[in-house]
């Protein structure tokens, strides 16, 4: 009997026709439905900025430095699409005022340049580029102007309003409108020079802009400003909260309580947009080319993005050529490979599914539904069933590490908590995952540590009313085989830390080639004085190992005694991680380390403060041991490449160094991420 319910039950589903669940508010519209279903798409931060290294030009800069030499925004639409990225969002104009088209109403724009002498249009290269290649276009236009003399009148707002009429009717259709948050402060405004603010609220009259908007461009969904049709995330750094709601109490910027993680009582639909970029800032900095975000970070914003309900908005400082700069293209195609390597092969196609409630007993809401590739179609609960059970069982034994999951949110957000479960033996148990399962709504991905098993089970353990399930899939990613990075702190212990969770890693002491069958990493280990660790990551399933990592260590210089440091700013100094700095007290230009001993000294390493907003660079340079100059010069290009700088010497012997920068690039004091000496 047991065994025939379901089918009992689907039988008298099939003779009645059974009611879809009702709506649980608050509810998407059907524009912002189709924006949620592109999920990644690409920004394009470009302007005078670009020219002159800044992230927030004061108004002032002149128009005649914007000079791409060999722009061209089809080789960016090809890369971006060959990426997977479905649309493309420009900054028309950012807060410098600056415009990337020949406005009619202001002559701080492209055609006061000597780009094409005048007579290019950016917005409308762009636009075209993105309809020759099928992606959807869309603006971004700062309501902060700095350049603008009436900036904080009536009649600026006229001036705003003109512009964005003439954005929405001149390019053709649109998919996104981003008004940005940042909002009045200190600018050249005309040349008045001054502080002026505005209330972001009522200043703009975003009311009647989003009548425009919507009359004009009905495609699109809006970004920021009080009439918004989707959410900031919150952060610049590339994750929504683990647990994500799609809406929030009121509409607006202004009225958001919890960007991140949106609000579960809430009573407006505002989606979250992650918005991030592939190298530190939001504009083309020679200093960052070497700091694109690895493969592995840029997997995980994939995964804490799209994988938790929100889409990617992933930007591209497009450099001063007019071109995606080479190293992040090839970057981003890498990310690409990655991910279709990791959907590569989805293996609930070849399962059975099973739930332990059916609404109604009916057919078109049976479990077969979550993997029947129609998203329309859904698995659902009866009225007053919250928590219910979906089984999954392979044919075979599978190796599975990812499970995809997506509720049909045309009839709202439901999931609160769910449980992910494999069957091991006879018994079920949880996936070892460092997400918390909670929400889930368009679309949440969870990736676990991988087990072989028969059977997978998801548990909904509580929602906001029956389940309304529309697609199930799940992967057996392969291991990421991106080099391991090696990291030794000041005490001599080293760490080898891989970019996946589902990686061994395999590592040598004594110069030989790392292999599957060398030492395996499990914890940190001591490294007490001089060594060099090889090491690489390993796909256990299939063997495939990544490309060598390699370091060497001179002795660990932890103990090292710094006169003009406190000791917790010491520490950073010696801690393995360029990201942590320390600066030097004002006034200072040097710094001595009393290193307990004498020794014979061969050299020593400088890494400069690398951050965001590191400064402080060293660019000149003077070494003393025991008071002796050994070695002065320059770091050459530093300020582009703000890596480790090695610098060898003849022998000396010695118990103090002094290390004295004789310039830095900018702020006020020497800034030292990571300081090390090579010994004899
Ligand atoms: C921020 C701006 O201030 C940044 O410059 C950048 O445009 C980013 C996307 O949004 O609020």
């Not at 690409?42 to 900025?49: P, R, S």
């Not at 009619?104 to 636009?127: H, Q």
């Not at 801690?575 to 007290?585: I, K, V």
């Amino acid at each position: 009997m047991k065994k025939l319910l379901p089918f009992l039950l689907l039988l008298a589903g099939a003779c009645s026709r059974v009611e879809a669940p009702a709506p649980v508010g608050p509810l998407p519209d059907a524009r912002q439905i189709a924006w949620q279903k592109l999920e990644t798409y690409a920004f394009v931060h470009y302007g005078l900025n670009t020219f002159n290294d800044m992230e927030w030009g004061y108004g002032n800069t002149p128009a005649s430095t914007f000079a791409p030499t060999d722009l061209d925004c089809d080789q960016w639409v090809r890369t971006l699409k060959a990426a997977g990225m479905k649309g493309v969002m420009l900054t028309a104009k950012h807060h410098d005022g600056f415009c990337l088209w020949p406005s009619a109403y202001t002559e701080y724009s492209v055609k006061n340049s000597p780009w094409r002498d005048g007579k290019g249009d950016m917005v409308r290269d762009l636009s075209d580029a993105c309809r020759r290649h099928g992606l959807r276009f869309g603006i971004y236009l700062s309501p902060w102007d700095r350049n603008h003399a009436a900036y904080g009148s009536e009649e600026y707002v006229t001036y705003f309003h003109n512009q964005m009429r003439e954005l929405l009717t001149n390019y053709g259709p649109l998919f996104e409108y981003w008004f940005d948050g940042a909002n009045g402060g200190d600018g050249w405004y005309g040349g008045a020079d001054e502080t002026r603010s505005i209330d972001a609220r009522s200043y703009y009259r975003y009311e009647d802009a989003r009548r425009t908007i919507n009359e004009l461009q009905p495609e699109a969904v809006i970004f920021g400003g009080t009439c918004a049709d989707i959410r900031w995330i919150g952060n610049e750094e590339g994750w929504a909260g683990q647990t994500n709601w799609s809406f929030v109490k009121g509409a607006g910027d202004q009225d958001v309580n919890d960007f991140t993680h949106g609000e579960r009582d809430g009573d407006t639909w505002l989606p979250g947009e992650v918005d991030v970029s592939i190298r530190p800032g939001w504009f083309y900095h020679p200093r960052e080319d070497a700091q694109l975000k690895s493969l592995s970070q840029l997997v995980d914003i994939y995964y804490h993005s799209v994988g938790r309900n929100a889409n990617l908005l992933l930007n591209f400082p497009v450099d001063r050529s007019g071109r995606i700069a080479p190293a992040d293209s090839a970057r981003i195609m890498e990310w690409r490979r990655t991910l279709d390597a990791e959907f590569a092969h989805e293996l609930l196609a070849e399962a059975d599914v099973e739930a332990d409630n059916v609404r109604g007993g009916a057919r078109r809401f049976a479990p077969g539904r979550t993997t029947d590739g129609d998203w329309e179609s859904y698995w659902a609960t009866d009225d007053g069933v919250t928590a219910a059970t979906l089984t999954i069982r392979f044919d075979a034994p599978r190796h599975v590490n990812r499970i995809l999951l997506q509720e049909y949110i045309p009839l709202g957000q439901r999931v609160a908590r769910f449980a992910v479960e494999w069957l091991d033996g006879s018994e079920w148990r949880p996936v070892e995952t460092d997400e918390e399962l909670t929400t889930i709504g368009y679309k949440r991905i969870i990736r676990f540590s991988g087990v072989e098993t028969p059977a997978l089970r998801v548990r909904f353990e509580e929602a906001r009313g029956p389940l309304c399930i529309c697609n199930v899939e799940a992967y057996d990613a392969p291991v990421l085989l991106e080099e391991p990075r090696i990291v030794r702190n000041g005490e001599g212990s080293v760490s080898l830390i891989a970019g996946d969770r589902g990686a061994e890693i395999r590592y040598t002491l004594d110069g030989s080639e790392p292999n599957a069958g060398s030492m395996r990493y499990e914890a940190p280990f001591p490294l007490p004085g001089k060594g060099e660790v090889r090491a690489i990551v390993l796909d256990p399933q299939n063997g495939r190992t990544s490309a060598v990592a390699t370091r060497r260590f001179d002795i660990p210089c932890g103990a090292f005694r710094v006169r003009e440091l406190a000791d917790t700013e010491r520490a950073k100094l010696f801690d393995g991680n360029p990201a942590t700095a320390a600066y030097l007290p004002e006034g200072r230009m040097s710094c001595t380390f009393d290193t307990g001993a004498e020794r014979t000294f061969t050299g020593f390493t400088y890494t400069p403060d690398a951050g965001r907003w590191g400064s402080g660079v060293v660019t000149r340079y003077r070494l003393q041991v025991d008071g002796e100059t050994v070695a002065e010069g320059e770091f050459s290009n530093i300020v582009n490449n703000p890596v480790e700088q090695v610098v060898e010497f003849a022998p000396r012997r010695g118990r103090t160094l002094r290390f004295e920068a004789l310039a830095i690039a900018s702020g006020k004091a020497p800034g030292i991420a990571e300081f090390s000496v090579l010994t004899e």
